[in-house]
């Protein structure tokens, strides 16, 4: 038996090969757009490059939505693969049980706050009437897509080396054992992530971008182990149950998409500010 034979994976790699494809066609478009582009010029060549630079957008913004919503669906994905891989109670086992599974994670995560500032830029760029940022967003695209085809390479990798055969580790193991950063307990883990909350609120209030970036940065991976190691527990009404992902099935009502969520948005409107402005050499407020 196979996991390609699993129509969740079937799916989904059936769902990121169209995508891909899309991505490809406007790939194409963009690499013409990027080389021929001058708004100041009245000529049938500007012309039609305005025209396909809203069709190019119109796909693009549709691939990046789509590619979101993937990300949810690879959750799930993961979940129902946790019924067949021997060891395995949830997605944490799956995702551990090869080398592939945390850098897949990883280049996931970075690749959502990727696509959501390209789409910042982009709203950004049509707002205006000169386009002033239109080949600094297809610069960003092309880096995404790049990155993306990396992750299609990866996640065949990883769906081909998930054991079935083989018993894996699962949260009850990977988790039990205190992994706290510098050494806090769980009342100076939770102090730090709730100082740290307000000292962002205080920051965004002044419009302190960069310092609110490095902020939000530690606070996600602060927030990582607050969730993992003591919010968690109030979910699964368990002392012993540390684990970021069995929240995220129907046992425990999917609230775990509802955490997650909130946290991945907040921090991405933390860190949003600064990256705009880095981009686009304005004041973002």
């Known amino acids: 038996m ?13 769902a990121e090969f169209v995508l891909l494809v899309l991505m490809s066609i ?24 305005e025209k396909q630079n809203y069709l190019v957008n119109t796909i693009l913004l549709f691939c990046v939505c789509i590619k979101i919503v993937l990300f949810i669906f690879f959750a799930l994905c993961l979940n129902e693969l946790s019924d ?5 109670m949830c997605s944490a086992g799956v995702i551990g049980s090869n080398k592939f599974g945390g850098i897949l994670m990883l280049t ?9 500032i390209w789409l910042v830029i982009n709203k950004l760029d049509l707002q205006a009437l000169n386009f002033p940022y239109l080949k600094k ?3 960003i695209f092309i880096c995404l897509f790049v990155m993306i085809l990396l992750e299609l390479c990866i996640e065949i990798s990883f769906f081909y080396n998930i054991p079935l055969k083989v018993p894996v580790f699962c949260c009850s193991v990977t988790f039990q054992a205190p992994k706290l950063p510098f050494g806090y307990t769980n009342f100076g883990l939770v102090s730090v992530f709730y100082v740290l909350f307000f000292v962002i609120l205080v920051l965004n209030f002044l419009k302190q971008s960069m310092t609110s970036f490095v902020a939000n940065l530690l606070f996600l991976v602060l927030s990582y182990y607050a969730i993992t ?13 540390k684990c970021p992902y069995c929240m ?33 050499k304005t004041n973002y407020s």
């Open 137 to 139: 967003k297809y610069a």
């Open 2 to 14: 196979s996991v390609f034979l699993s129509n969740a994976v079937i799916a989904f790699l059936l």
């Open 84 to 88: 067949i891989v021997p060891g395995a």
């Open 108 to 116: 996931k995560i970075l690749l959502i706050f990727g696509l959501g």
């Open 229 to 241: 190691y003591f919010f968690g527990l109030y979910v699964y009404e368990q002392p012993n149950h």
């Open 248 to 280: 995220l099935k129907g046992d425990y009502f999917y609230v775990g998409y509802l955490i997650w969520g909130s946290l991945f948005l907040g921090v991405f409107y933390g860190l949003m500010p600064y990256l705009v402005e880095i981009i686009t």
């Open 26 to 49: 406007s790939l194409f478009y963009v690499v013409r757009i990027v080389r021929s582009w001058d708004y100041n010029a009245l000529t049938s060549l500007q012309y039609s490059l």
